[in-house]
């Protein structure tokens, strides 16, 4: 996560975004955590800080979206990416 370019929207689209819509900032003191969909259009500046930045990402599937072999032949994500272990409630 040095430096993201795909899926980085163009001016063009996030001044057509905020136009249309609200632009929210969310700001915190140190240690603050924000929960959003990843879904949401969003953003953050480079950190200025000296302190390491940290991101956690959880993606969530319901049971009845398992994961299958790949296709095309590649070979499967690694059990820390997508696990295929699960407990039916």
């Given amino acids: 996560m040095k430096r993201q370019t795909y899926g980085v929207p163009q001016?063009?689209?996030?001044?057509?975004l905020t136009e249309r819509g609200r632009l929210d900032v969310f700001e915190g003191d140190p240690g603050s955590v924000?929960?959003?969909?990843?879904?949401?259009?969003?953003?953050?500046?480079d950190n200025i800080t000296p302190?390491?930045?940290?991101?956690?990402?959880?993606?969530?599937?319901a049971v009845d979206n398992a994961l299958v072999e790949p296709f095309g032949g590649t070979a499967p994500r690694p059990n820390h990416i997508a696990s295929r272990a699960f407990a039916a409630a």
């Fill in 11 to 16: 001016n063009d689209d996030l001044a057509w």
């Fill in 34 to 45: 924000v929960f959003f969909d990843c879904n949401v259009m969003h953003g953050s500046p």
């Fill in 51 to 61: 302190a390491p930045r940290t991101n956690a990402f959880f993606c969530y599937n």
